[in-house]
């Protein structure tokens, strides 16, 4: 049976302000960080290796980087941060920054025997994982306009990118976007062509595909025919994650779809920050906060303080002047 945990991605200081409009201070994207870092989350996606002509918000990522290595944040548990990188020099100058770091700080080798669990509740600075996010989508026209590649390019790009990140101990997560539809060829899309590109992305060696619902198109019956989809093919749902855009308002929906098919890894972004610009009229990703609150109340354990996650949600949503897109996370601060 699927266990009771579900692991949630926090992919906010990424997906969530990589598509705001106003230049937003990299001590304002740290704190975020590390403020996130408290909440109990386990995974968050930090920032981009991406062309800073095409977005430009990402461009000092290698600042957040160099900041997480030297200046890990507190946690009580050991903690992974995650970058995107669309092709080789984008991992390039993820690994100058990581290698100068690391050089200085002795990083264990993946067969290292496991270090002693710490004391509970006491607050540790460790190393932290760094994993590396590659991404491609189920149509062509969405590719070009994205990375502007075909989709076959892409997969030839991450070739070396992927075969260069394992030999320095980096997971890889494997991004499909548009999986239920796309800006520019419509809302259907076809589910063999996603099962075939997770196919070929695991066979590559990714370790986890996050399946995207870019526009946020899907409904429940379009997400259970792409997951059966998937599970014809022979992906296992342990090596998914579903990365849902709220634009509809679907996006809890799609997500009980998802856990009734095993699913137990989602991507969300503090206070429903979000979107792609690549991606007109799309909005936010799904509010962490609305996840948390919906998991637990069908007694699922996120290790996600909800309070913790609304406040930060006030607070970026502040830092930002706007209000939180979050539900559970207003409700919660209005008790
Ligand atoms: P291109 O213009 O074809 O690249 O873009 P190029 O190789 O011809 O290089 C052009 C210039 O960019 C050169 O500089 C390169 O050095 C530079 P110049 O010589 O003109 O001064 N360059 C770079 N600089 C920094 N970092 C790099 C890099 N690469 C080239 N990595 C490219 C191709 C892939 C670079 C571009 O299309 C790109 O950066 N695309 C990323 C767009 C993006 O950020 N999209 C949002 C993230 S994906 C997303 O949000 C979806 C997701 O959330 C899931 C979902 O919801 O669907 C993950
Ligand atoms: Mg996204």
């Known amino acids: 049976a699927p266990s009771d945990h579900v692991n949630i991605i926090e992919v906010g200081p990424r997906d969530g302000l990589q598509n705001e409009k106003q230049t937003i201070p990299l001590e304002t994207k740290i704190e975020l960080v590390e403020r996130l870092t408290e909440t109990g989350v386990r995974t968050i996606e930090a920032g981009s290796f991406v062309s800073p002509k095409w977005t430009p918000q990402m461009a000092n990522s290698s600042e957040i980087l160099e900041h997480i290595l ?25 690994l100058s920054v990581y290698n100068k770091s690391s050089s200085t700080q002795k990083r264990a080798p993946s067969n290292a025997p496991p270090t002693p669990p710490p004391s509970p509740g006491a607050e540790q600075t460790q190393s932290p994982q760094i994993d590396l996010s590659i991404f491609t989508a189920a149509t062509e026209t969405f590719t070009r306009k994205n990375t502007n590649c075909s989709i076959a390019e892409s997969l030839e790009r991450f070739q070396p990118i992927m075969a260069s990140a394992k030999s320095q101990n980096i997971r890889i997560r494997a991004y499909i976007s548009v999986v239920l539809g796309c800006p520019y060829e419509g809302p259907d899309v076809d589910p063999h062509k996603v099962a075939e590109l997770a196919v070929s992305l695991l066979e590559m060696g990714a370790d986890e595909i996050s399946v995207a619902d870019t526009t946020g198109m899907g ?7 792409l997951l059966k989809t998937l599970a014809s093919a022979g992906v296992n749902s342990e090596d998914m994650a579903l990365h849902f855009h709220d634009t509809y308002g679907m996006a809890l929906v799609n997500s009980v779809v998802a856990l009734e098919h095993g ?41 996600v303080d909800l309070g913790k996650m609304a406040e930060v949600g006030e607070w970026i949503s502040e830092q930002l002047s706007r209000r939180t897109e979050s539900r559970a996370g207003k409700a919660f601060l209005a008790r």
Do not use: M, W
Request: glycine share 10%.
């Open 70 to 94: 030297q200046r890990p944040p507190p946690s009580a548990h050991p903690i992974t941060y995650q970058f995107l990188a669309p092709n080789a020099k984008g991992l390039d100058n993820l």
């Open 219 to 225: 409904t429940a019956p379009k997400t259970a025919t």
């Open 263 to 303: 699913i137990r890894t989602f991507d969300s972004a503090v206070a429903g920050l979000g979107g792609c610009p690549y991606s007109p009229g799309a909005t936010g990703n799904v509010a962490t906060e609305d996840l948390v609150y919906l998991f637990e109340s069908l007694g699922l354990r996120t290790g």
